[in-house]
């Protein structure tokens, strides 16, 4: 099928070892130059975001083709897919180092973990973050995922700063039991900072990361605890969604033609975390 394109993007998965240097190429550039993450000393020298993961992921792209050649495509978003049917066959899930996902991977359907997610900042308003999404819709569709998950970051690791916001996931967007992940107990750190009648709502949802915003209108839940990136420098929270709150209004308006066809065309390719 042929790819997705808007104006001068083009949003596909990628197909080969080029396509995923170039997410590997984009994703060092904002976590570790923009964000300030601290790179491993293989991720320096390449001037790569690089794990193991990446090469039994499927890499959503969004590409500006104005600046492409065939040899090398501009990628300026991206996305990481992982079904609980490829991963049971390669070692697990990549949030499985913060959290433990034992009610997840007992679900009787297929589940995928979202991550690696980010966009060239000179694309955050320029239509990026929408294509992901509608590629996030399509490929779900496709793949008849029912739950998708993974690890919602809040920059920075000053928790008192973050206080309002993790108590404010705490209190009202906590899991149902039988899909909340929890931190593994020995980097446990508990979201319940601040009462319930304390934290100012508003406040709260304004100061929101963009992406865990995203996923709460979706219907997300979060879960038990917050877990310490420091390699990242984030706090990380397990986000959770039912894609069947993934319906409705997201799959008409990001997964379907003018003539009412899902659009497939993103959800097909080879194997090879807005942020992660």
């Known amino acids: 099928m042929e790819p997705l394109r808007f104006n001068n993007l083009e949003l596909r998965l990628a197909h080969n070892a080029t396509d995923i240097d170039a997410a590997q190429a984009l994703r060092y550039r904002i976590f570790y130059e923009e964000m300030g993450a601290t790179p491993s000393p293989f991720c320096l020298e390449k001037a790569r975001d690089v794990d193991r993961f990446d090469e039994i992921c499927d890499h959503l792209l969004v590409v500006d083709l104005e600046k492409s050649t065939p040899a090398k495509p501009h ?26 996902l034992g009610h997840l991977k007992i679900f009787p359907g297929e589940i995928m973990e979202l ?41 920075g690791t000053d928790l008192e700063e973050h ?31 601040m009462k319930r009648k304390e934290v100012d709502i508003e406040l709260a949802q304004r100061q929101l990361p963009p992406l865990l915003k995203g996923y709460l209108r979706l219907g997300g839940y979060i879960g038990d605890g917050a877990v310490i990136d ?6 990380d929270v397990c986000v959770i969604v039912e894609t069947e709150n993934v319906t409705g209004k997201y799959i008409r308006h990001f997964s379907r033609d003018r003539k009412g066809k899902v659009a497939g065309a993103v959800a097909t390719g080879n194997p090879v975390q807005i942020y992660s």
């Open 75 to 100: 990628v300026v978003g991206t996305y990481r897919f992982l079904r609980s049917s490829v991963a049971r066959k390669h070692g697990g899930f990549y949030s499985e180092s913060e959290f433990d």
């Open 230 to 235: 420091r390699q990242f420098n984030t706090i």
């Open 115 to 155: 991550g690696r997610s980010c966009i060239d900042a000179a694309y955050r308003r320029r239509g990026a973050m929408q294509l992901l999404w509608r590629g996030i819709a399509a490929y779900i569709h496709i793949h008849e995922v029912q739950v998708m998950f993974g690890c919602g970051s809040i920059h």
């Open 163 to 193: 206080a309002r916001v993790l108590s404010y996931l705490h209190h009202y967007h906590k899991a149902p039991g039988h899909l909340r992940p929890r931190a593994l107990d020995e980097i446990y750190i508990p979201m319940k900072m």
